[in-house]
């Protein structure tokens, strides 16, 4: 990331990032990726309920207004 792009709700200690080379870059996604695999182990349940949580009020609302499509596969067979 550069100091002129800043996403949505970041941290100013983001903001202005060094530069690193290559090698630092992936050390850093690999400290990185291990933290939020531990983080999903110690709160894997936790994580689990509110994924199923979001999901069901993410689609809640579509179920009813989503249009069903035909099953492909019996259109398939018909030819």
Known sequence: MHG???T???MPIFEDM???????VADLLQLLLGLVDA?????A???QRWRE???REL???VDDKQL????????DESF
């Open 45 to 47: 349940e936790a994580l």
């Open 8 to 10: 949505r709700g970041s």
């Open 59 to 61: 689609h809640e609302d």
């Open 4 to 6: 002129d792009h800043q």
């Open 39 to 43: 983080y999903e182990d110690h709160y």
């Open 18 to 24: 060094p530069t690193l080379s290559d090698e630092h």
């Open 68 to 75: 069903n499509l035909p099953d492909i596969q019996r259109i």
């Open 53 to 55: 949580q979001r999901y």
